[in-house]
């Protein structure tokens, strides 16, 4: 059973960026889209970016980190990362990656990691 593991969260001020990394053990998802979501206080999970297999030639992102935000992976180190460049306040959240579908739905996906917290503060 693959596992996923997020790191390299933290908090930032407002313009600066983080890279969030998503680590699979147990497993390989190689051949597996990858999507990341997010969830802040009181709000439901929503979808960030998502991956195809092959990497950069299908990569999908919400209209709210379009410009700011790069998804991307190295499927020789079975990492899928998540660069975000100028963040805001509202971008506060828990960071998940998930595999499964190449989709923008939550329930598309059947594995998850536990997340990791990212603090931007104004």
């Known amino acids: 059973q693959v596992q996923l593991v997020e790191s390299g969260g933290g908090l930032v001020q407002a313009g600066g960026s983080l890279r969030l990394s998503c680590a699979a053990s147990?497993?390989?998802?190689?051949?597996?889209?990858v999507g990341w979501f997010r969830q802040a206080p009181g709000k439901e999970r929503e979808f960030v970016a998502a991956?195809?297999?092959?990497?950069?030639?299908?990569?999908d992102y919400a209209d709210s980190v379009k410009g700011r935000f790069t998804i991307s992976r190295d499927n020789a180190k079975n990492m899928v990362y998540l660069q975000m460049n100028s963040l805001k306040p509202d971008d506060t959240a828990s960071y998940y990656c998930?595999?499964?579908?190449?989709?923008?739905?939550?329930?598309?996906?059947?594995?998850w990691g536990q997340g990791t917290q990212v603090t931007v503060s104004s």
């Open positions: 998930a595999v499964g579908s190449f989709s923008g739905q939550d329930r598309k996906y059947d594995i």
């Open positions: 147990g497993g390989s998802f190689t051949y597996y889209p």
């Open positions: 991956i195809g297999w092959r990497g950069g030639v299908s990569a």
